[in-house]
């Protein structure tokens, strides 16, 4: 699997997620400036978390009318696939590949913490290495996490089975309290209609080896290498 | 030549700043506030002083950048 | 606008916070009387925070040598070998005046100076902490306080992108008119590529770095040393405000920019920002410096040549360059968004001179700034010894399943996940032990590959112990470190300390210090670990009312191999717990006492330096060599507290069977005894164990069994796991969602 | 009776949002513009309609909540 990993100011996972595609297929990542105007030739671009131009003015707002965006969306329009993760989910809606808007935690809090996310959408390139509805554990790491869409946006990505990840709690149950953030509908990831762009606020990347408390993680990772 | 920008979030998106705003104003005793909506200001000193350049300019900027029109209104006052 | 040339009254030097017989000096050493510019560097030179004035002469009885310690005391930040050419760089620091006042901006400037400190030294920063000292909670600003210091931490280290991986939080009417917010940070490097302060060579330019110069903070050094009084609230406007983003930027860019072999010296502008920054580069370096304030960028127009000396501007850099890469340099800053301006050169006079619009604003003997400042030895008083308790004649609890209901729901032994939930705690990946344990362990990779190593990292101080004795409380933080370092299985190997104290111009206070002092310095002697790095933090005092003594240490540790780490969480049924250390039962300042009575009595328990390190080398090697399941050391509320810990960590009870005693239950149960851990083990591993310890003369017995959903103390309590879980986990997040 | 609380850093605070926004208009070729300030709105519904209640009522929001005074002026429009 060939991947690419977005730097743009003030992103900080950057490694945390060069590691993980590394860990998981052996290759190492490239690592684009945010000032490139072509990526290299790669299966995934994936776009880290962090707090891209200190996530002032609107998270994710600057770094989403970079130089490297163009490409990145000739990327997903050829159908290679793009995964935002935390800062990059709030990247990729503010380029407009997802829909919707991710909001101040409803309890206006930074939060870190292992959650547990139920697998809604097995079938996906993201997550095939999952079973459906399975509940996996992955850390969250975020002040504005609380996804938004309207109802006609949010008819369609349930309707289309988009919402790939949701929070819950450890018998698979959406409630409230299981709930980091506030977002509608418990909703933690979501995918593009097309199926090859996928944007998530928890972190996968920090947990794929034991050491770290658990490989729940790494499935994501894996799925991306069967298909790329 | 100076423009206010104000950006407020559309109706119908929620608004987890202005609802804690208003638990807190609440818990302080404030009571009779109906309703909170935050929304940012943005002040800019722009080189010209030509109003119309200036407006268009600065509804450009709000279109591009400023504002996420997918969830936010903003309006424009020169001064 | 100030004049540079305005005459110095009596009044202009004491609002620069000098005394007459320091502005003597000033005038014996210079042969004038200083302009403006020059009184105000000497101000920021002289005052407590910059020159140690009060502090240095005990400051030099501490360890700070040892076999791995490749950088003391003096430099930015401590530097530690830790192998395989490896180093890690750490250091901890107030911000306490500043926070107190603004308590967002005070933290987040806070923790953005001590990042600076660390990845100045040419090391990337991979953990941070913070040690938090609050009023009561029932005092009106307690609350303000707190939520805007946790905001400011977690704003800033998160943005910036280091892991907070630990601290410590205390709540303590003494601390009600000054609150302590010390902030740790710690960096790997490479050991020999370290980058220091000293300038080297005549004519080398100096480049400033970051973000552009405001009025941020002007007086701010002198603020940190200066008491409180009602009207502190004037003192608002010079808060600084923090940019984790261009601290990240300038990380980002000084790295690469040491990388690229362009730098000679390298200085962050900390307090009295290019003052300071631009005497120590020279000073360290024999060499006079020059600097140009029309190349300085600033924010604001019309700065004087004052309040640029002056500035506390943060997210700056002083760096002298290779003059033949510059260029290069620039490029690199270019690149990364940030200021570049050559400011200045160094010269051969050993003279410090300033130039604004083609006007010499200050001409000053460089050394002298440093190495003339007054040193004072205060006069101190021997604090007093208070009386041993008798256990016996303390009170029992009525309820001990209430008792210690109420502890684990107190405001200082409640859960800190409220804090710490705040603070990204993950981020780069290699947090082996997470909050909420004895230490934090986070994972070094090997530059060649091979079996990872770990670092453990602490923060301790228990300052009612220090108050009642500032001796055995000194003492006692630095084994409070040790042990939780030992518990997670990493071997203790040098130290920080961040020394708070009131008013040092009392006898009482000074003598807390030096006594507090005597403490440290024995106990780093007699646990070999050195004193690497640190500060004094003075003054902290409001209407004559000192905080509690407060010398907070940060610690760390160096494993081995990371994955023989342990928590300290209970964790298979069956498996036995075992006591090591010796009870007898101390209660004097407990925090049974202190949280359920509010009694402060009695003298703190005393720490056989000799007792620690054999307790603690024998729990070490018993968790490295995986003997062990979990451990934990024996702190506040004793050795109930901490079975309870273990119990909510791994959601699990257990059934303590109890010895013979010949002390009040409650003693055994909630003294605080020193040198004491409580570990399991298979039962196998136990009876082992418990035969080594006896031949290493280290008193260890089996106390009962892991499992069950509740613990159970023989016939005196049995509380459901889950119950201590609420209440553990209740008291801060229901503190801090009233407004 | 609505009120619109402006809140803005005071002079010489230094404010990294506006820095911020500034850099990202000039990389998207906005050119002239000297300088953006960030700050916030915040706009309340009141149960009252005595405007003089209304504005001493929100004067003490913002000192006791919705401004940090030390480094922030507010302004308050009665609508
Ligand atoms: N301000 C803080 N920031 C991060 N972690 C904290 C903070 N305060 C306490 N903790 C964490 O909570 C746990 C318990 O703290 P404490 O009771 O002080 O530990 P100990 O008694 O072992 O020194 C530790 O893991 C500590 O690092
Ligand atoms: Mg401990």
């Known amino acids: 699997m060939k991947s690419a990993v977005l730097v743009f100011p003030g992103i900080n996972r950057e490694r945390d997620l060069a590691r993980a595609f590394e860990v998981v297929s052996g290759v190492k990542s490239h690592m684009v400036w945010h000032t490139e105007t072509e990526l290299p030739d790669v299966d995934v671009v994936a776009i880290p978390g962090g707090f891209s131009y200190g996530d002032y003015l609107r998270c994710g707002a600057i770094a989403a009318r970079s130089p490297i965006v163009d490409a990145v969306r000739r990327h997903a329009e050829r159908g290679g696939y793009v995964l935002g993760i935390c800062n990059g989910f709030q990247i990729v809606t503010e380029i407009g590949l997802l829909p919707g808007a991710l909001m101040r935690n409803a309890s206006l809090k930074f939060v870190c913490k292992e959650v547990r996310l139920r697998v809604d959408n097995a079938t996906t390139a993201f997550t095939s290495a999952y079973a459906p509805g399975q509940v996996i554990r992955c850390p969250i790491a975020h002040g504005e996490g609380n996804y938004f869409a309207d109802a006609e946006t949010l008819a369609r990505l349930e309707g289309e089975g988009r919402v790939v990840f949701r929070y819950c709690d450890a018998e698979g149950r959406t409630t409230d309290a299981a709930d980091p953030n506030g977002s509608i509908n418990h909703i933690a990831g979501i995918l593009n209609e097309r199926g090859n762009v996928l944007g998530m606020m928890p972190h996968p990347e920090n947990l794929i080896e034991s050491l770290q408390g658990g490989i729940d993680g790494r499935g994501l990772f894996e799925s991306l290498a069967k298909v790329a | ?79 | ?739």
């Open chain 3, 1 to 739: 606008m100030l004049r540079n040339d305005i005459p110095i009254t009596p009044e202009l030097v004491a609002e620069h916070g000098l005394k007459p017989d320091e502005y003597q000096r000033i005038l014996d050493l210079i042969g004038r009387e200083p302009t403006l510019t020059e009184l105000g560097i000497f101000s920021a030179m002289w005052n407590e925070h910059c020159s140690y004035k009060s502090s240095k002469k005990w400051l030099k009885t501490l360890p700070t040598k040892g076999e791995r310690v490749l950088i003391g005391p003096g430099e930015n930040a401590g530097v530690v070998d830790i192998g395989d050419g490896q180093a890690v760089v750490f250091k901890m620091e107030s911000h306490n005046h500043p926070s107190y006042i603004e308590p967002y901006q005070g933290a987040t400037t806070g923790v953005g100076g001590i990042l600076r400190d660390v990845f100045t030294m040419g090391a990337r920063p991979i953990a941070a902490m913070n040690a938090l000292r609050f009023g009561e909670p029932t005092h009106p600003k307690t609350h303000h306080i707190v939520s805007g210091v946790v905001a400011g931490v977690g704003g800033y280290g998160n943005s910036f992108g280091v892991p907070t991986v630990g601290g410590e939080v205390n709540f303590h009417r003494r601390y009600n008119g000054n609150c302590l917010v010390n902030a740790f940070a710690a960096g790997l490097l490479d050991a020999d590529k370290i980058f220091l302060s000293e300038a080297k060579g005549v004519g080398m330019p100096v480049v400033y770095l970051g973000s552009k110069t405001g009025r941020d903070g002007i007086h701010g050094a002198s603020m940190a040393s200066a008491e409180f009084d009602d009207n502190s609230a004037e003192k608002r406007p010079t808060v600084q405000v923090g940019d984790p983003f261009a601290e990240k930027l300038l990380l980002e860019a000084s790295l690469e920019l040491m990388a690229s072999g362009a730098v000679i010296a390298i200085q962050d502008m900390g307090a009295a920002g290019l003052t300071c920054s631009a005497v120590e580069m020279g000073a360290k370096g024999n060499l006079g410096l020059e600097l140009n304030l029309d190349a300085v960028p600033c924010r604001e127009p019309g700065m004087t040549a004052y309040e640029m000396m002056l500035s506390e501007s943060q997210e700056r850099m002083l760096m002298v360059l290779h003059p033949h890469l510059e260029q290069q340099a620039e490029a690199i800053f270019r690149k990364w968004g940030l200021d570049f301006a050559i400011v200045g050169q160094t010269t051969d006079t050993l003279r410090f001179v300033v130039k604004h619009h083609g006007e010499v604003m200050a001409d000053l003997p460089i050394k002298d700034l440093g190495d003339q400042a007054p040193e004072y030895d205060r006069p101190w008083v021997e604090p007093k010894k208070l009386p041993v308790l008798d256990p016996a004649a303390t009170r029992a609890p009525e309820d001990y399943r209430q008792a210690l209901l109420d502890l684990l729901g107190s405001p200082n032994l409640s859960s800190r996940r409220w804090v710490w939930e705040q603070y990204d705690h993950l981020i780069q990946g290699n947090t082996v032990q997470r909050p909420g344990g004895d230490a934090a362990v986070v994972r070094v990779e090997r530059p060649n590959g091979g079996k990872a190593k770990g670092l453990g990292f602490t923060c301790d101080v228990t300052p009612r112990y220090v108050e009642a004795d500032p001796y055995e409380g000194g003492k006692q933080a630095i084994a409070e470190s040790w042990r939780n370092l030992n518990a997670v299985g990493s071997r203790p190997i040098a130290v920080t300390d961040n020394l708070n104290f009131g008013n040092p111009e009392r006898p009482e206070i000074m003598g807390q210090f030096v006594a507090a002092l005597r403490g440290l310095g024995e106990a780093c002697r007699a646990l070999d670990m050195p004193i690497v790095s640190g500060n004094v933090s003075l003054y902290n005092e409001t209407n004559g009312v000192a905080i509690l003594p407060t010398p907070a240490i940060g610690a760390v540790g160096l494993m081995d191999d990371v994955t023989k780490t342990v928590g300290i969480a209970f964790d298979r049924d069956e498996d036995v717990v075992v006591l090591i250390g010796d009870t007898i039962g101390w209660m004097g300042q407990s925090s049974y006492l202190y949280e359920l009575f509010g009694i402060e009595e009695g003298a703190p328990p005393p720490v056989d330096l000799a007792i620690e390190k054999k307790t603690g080398d024998f729990v070490r090697d018993a968790v490295i060599a995986g003997r062990l399941t979990a451990a934990h050391d024996l702190s506040d509320g004793g050795l109930l507290v901490a079975l309870a810990e273990m119990a909510m960590a791994g959601k699990t009870g257990a059934r303590i069977l109890l010895p013979e005693l010949d002390m009040p239950l409650h003693a055994f149960l909630f003294g605080e005894d020193q040198a004491r851990y409580v570990v399991t083990a298979s039962p196998a591993e136990a009876s082992k164990l418990i035969v080594d310890a006896a031949m290493a003369g280290v008193p260890a017995t089996a106390i009962g069994a892991v499992g069950g959903d509740a613990l159970v103390i023989g016939e005196h309590l049995n509380v459901a796991v889950a119950d201590l879980r609420d209440r553990h986990e209740s008291w801060f997040p229901g503190y801090m969602s009233g407004v």
């Open chain 2, 1 to 79: 030549m100076k423009a206010r920008v104000t950006v407020t979030l559309k109706n119908g998106v929620l608004d987890p700043q202005g609802k804690a705003i208003q638990g807190a104003l609440k818990s302080l005793g404030f009571a009779g506030v109906d309703d909170v909506r935050q929304g940012k200001l943005i002040e800019l000193d722009l080189a010209t002083s030509d109003r119309a350049a200036a407006e268009a300019e600065v509804t450009a900027m709000c279109e591009k950048l400023l504002a996420n029109t997918v969830i936010e209104n903003y309006r424009i006052e020169l001064v």
